[in-house]
């Protein structure tokens, strides 16, 4: 079985990944770093785009109908 580690409640603290929910957020060590990872699934059950803030700007995470991701970065409001 494959362990992660959970963001909730202290990054040391392991959980099993076939038990996690299915939008948990969990992370992994590897050469990398630590990643998440997100079920697109989940994140999309109810609509076909998202809204991410980062660094003060706002991004919009969208489904296409190919079911590809697309990212794109919002314009400022004047």
């Known amino acids: 079985m494959k362990q992660l580690q959970a963001d909730m409640p202290s990054a040391s603290t392991a959980i099993d990944a076939d038990k996690a929910p299915h939008a948990y957020v969990a992370t992994e060590v590897d050469a990398v770093g630590v990643v998440a990872c997100l079920d697109a699934q989940q994140l999309f059950a109810n609509c076909n785009a998202i809204t991410i803030q980062h660094a003060g700007?706002?991004?919009?995470?969208?489904?296409?109908?190919?079911n590809k991701l697309l990212l794109t970065k919002q314009a400022e409001k004047a």
């Open 57 to 66: 700007e706002i991004y919009l995470l969208s489904l296409t109908r190919q």
